[in-house]
């Protein structure tokens, strides 16, 4: 049996999605997922001090705004409520199948459909795939000497052990990106010991968190419109923040600079000790990497029992960590906060065989990393790819979820008008998309700041910042849903 579709994740992408082809007429779908449950990044991770790190009003779907955050950045089981909220609302629960690990999807010309292949050998088939798998899903293990020879306990933050108590441990975290900020000031006092692993400082500015006021939610759930405002704001702030500061930096590096000066001053302001500050002081450009917003991150350091150690780690062996000048620390729990391998695991998550055998891993790697739009690849007809060089647009991922699916309204608007059955992006509009996003990109400060030194994994394995769309949200969208319809291939 053939569905119409088969999406491939049961996040906000996957859900964004099926609600999607649910509106274009299309019911028969089956979404697959490898957990054991619904809501993607915010069902997996659940470390201790998740939290959304961007405003929480411009973090939903815009059609289905959620009036009842309860702060300004939600915390992460908030998120998780909003997708089950979200599942129910738009009774997308009945596509789903959890448990199913997908290792291949193959495109099969003569049947014009696509078969997809999980671990337990199950082949489920549909016309479209629509891949969701999320941009930070594969963790990242750090190939550190001697780490399998720890005897102490070991987590990573997104396969984090509710059950395990820290309480009294001396713990060791390594990295430093926005899920440590996040997770080091939550746990650090009821530790006995903690050691924070840096290798690359991050970018820290103040939070401006606060509980939101019972009496707005209700204002909120009783006036949309509200909302939308203070989502417009929120939205217009981060688009300011993104635009000028990130994408146009060759015309704007005073608001690049201003960033850093904010970021600067906030450190100044929670630490007194100047070497201590030296150490978390970035010395790459603001926006290279993604900064982060935390009030208790920097004055965790000032804590008697927390230590910032900027030496690089030479080993580490059954019960601690040796650093390059031969210090040893004894430890019994290494936490990981070494985040996702994108470049090499994640662009595909999956094996994915398009048509005359064409893959879309190889592909990638030996072309460069592309996607028209960010959504489609020429040699893979009826493929949706939504976790895609290029896709990513704004700051709120629902900027991205929202922008693919006027995309694929305008698409399957077009099949339905020709009676088509497959779509498929031509070379040359793939092309000329790639190389009119090169050129932005070389208006940004991924090319014109000193990034150098950042190991941002906006940047993939050959030194280009492939992720983000260097475009504004507003040109997304407006492409989302004018782009040229020749620019596809109908059979
Ligand atoms: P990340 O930003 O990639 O940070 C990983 C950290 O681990 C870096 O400091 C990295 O150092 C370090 N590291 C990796 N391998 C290492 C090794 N072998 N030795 C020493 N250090 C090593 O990952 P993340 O913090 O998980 O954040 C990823 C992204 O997730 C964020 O940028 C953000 O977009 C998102 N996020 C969102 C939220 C939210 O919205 N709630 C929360 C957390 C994260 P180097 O920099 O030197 O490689």
Known sequence: MTHDAVIIGAGFGGMGAAIQLNRLGLDDICILDREDDLGGTWHVNHYPGLAVDIPSSTYSYSFEPNPYWTRLFAPGAELKKYAEHIADKYDLRRYMRFGQVVERAVWDTDGQRWNVTTADGQVVSGRYLLTATGFLSQPKMPDIPGIETFRGKVIHTSKWDDDYDLTGQRAAVIGTGATAVQLIPTISDRLAELTVYQRTAIWVSAKPDYPVPAAVRKVFASIPLTQRAVRLAGSSILEMMMVAGVLHYRDFQMANRLGEIACRAHLRRQVRDPELRRKLTPDYSFGCKRPTFSNDYYPTFNKEHVHLETEGISHIDATGIVTQDGQRRDIDVLV????????????????????????????????????????????????????????????????????????????????????????????????????????????????????????????????????????????????????????????
């Open 336 to 491: 990981l906060a070494t985040g996702f391998n994108l470049w090499d695991t994640n662009f595909p998550a999956l094996e994915i065989v398009g048509r005359d055998d064409r893959n879309l891993g190889e592909f990638w790697r030996k072309n460069r990393f592309q996607a028209y739009e960010g959504i489609t690849i020429p040699g893979f007809p009826n493929l949706l790819s939504l976790n895609s060089p290029y896709a990513y647009s704004g700051l709120s991922y629902f900027t991205t979820i929202e922008s693919q699916m006027k995309h694929m309204a305008r698409l399957f608007a077009e099949m339905n008008k020709r009676g088509a059955d497959t779509f498929e992006v031509t070379e040359e509009a793939n092309a000329d998309f790639l190389s009119r996003m090169t050129a932005k990109v070389g208006d940004s400060v991924f090319v014109l700041g000193q990034c150098a030194t950042a190991n941002s994994y906006y940047f993939n394995q050959h030194g280009e910042a492939t992720l983000l769309r260097p475009t504004t949200t507003l040109s997304t969208f407006r492409e989302a849903g004018n782009f040229p319809l020749e620019d596809y291939s109908y059979a």
